[in-house]
């Protein structure tokens, strides 16, 4: 089974603290995430401290785009974002739109489930408009209900789509192994690792986790 990409995802609302968990995180991680909260307060001059800070990885910006697609991605894109989110429950022509704008710049768009009621028709419907990546995430406000992205996680890899896989939503050291066997292509640790006392060391147990699992 491929090993997949780790992606730290970074909800702080403070600047300068987001901008060391970056650099805390980042030895063990392939993927470092602006999360939507983070975003909105901090903007676009963070996405670029954190493209020039970390040139060797991946770029998440979670935009959550839900109209204007096209519009409201480029800017990111040309920043420096690899990879940008679009609502799974906003209209086809908005996530055409980010994915369009994904191709324009050589990089990825992911097509976000959070709220998505038919996974499954909403998951085969991007694919065949050229999603890059299928984000399964259970959010902050749903795991406070008791929500797990599990088996949301393992229906859609059954699906056997032709598209990435990204899973997320309160996954920590317990449950990464779990997670990775399900195969997805990339496990996004919030939370688990950002909360820690101490973020490199949390961040170092889910790369040696995910990577003996
Ligand atoms: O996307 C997220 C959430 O909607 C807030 O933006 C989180 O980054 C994502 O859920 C991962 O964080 P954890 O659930 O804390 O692992």
Do not use: W
């Not at 496990?187 to 170092?204: C, D, H, K, N």
Request: hydrophobic share 45%; aromatic share 4%; with cysteine.
């Amino acid at each position: 089974m491929a090993q997949p990409l780790i992606q730290v995802a970074l909800d702080s609302l403070d600047y300068q603290q987001t901008v060391a968990l970056a650099r805390q995180a980042a030895p063990y991680v392939d993927i470092i995430e602006i999360g939507t909260p983070c975003l909105k307060v901090n903007g676009m001059d963070l996405v670029e401290e954190i493209r020039a800070n970390h040139p060797d990885k991946l770029i998440f910006v979670d935009l959550k785009t839900m109209d204007a697609g096209y519009y409201e991605a480029e800017p990111f894109y040309k920043a420096g974002a690899d990879i940008c989110t679009v609502l799974g429950t906003a209209d086809l022509g908005t996530i055409k739109g980010v994915v369009d704008v994904a191709n324009a710049y050589g990089k990825q768009a992911q097509v976000d489930l959070i709220n998505v009621k038919d996974k499954a028709k909403r998951a085969a419907e991007a694919a065949k408009i050229g999603a890059h990546i299928i984000g399964i995430h259970t959010g902050i406000d749903q795991q406070l209900a008791g929500q797990t992205p599990f088996a949301d996680l393992a229906a859609m890899v059954a699906l056997g789509l032709n598209v990435k896989i990204s899973v997320a939503g309160g996954i920590k050291q317990s449950t990464v192994q779990q997670v990775v066997k399900a195969g997805p292509s990339i496990v996004v640790v919030g939370g688990a690792i950002t909360g820690s006392p101490a973020a490199e060391v949390a961040a170092r147990e889910i790369r040696d986790l995910v990577a003996s699992a």
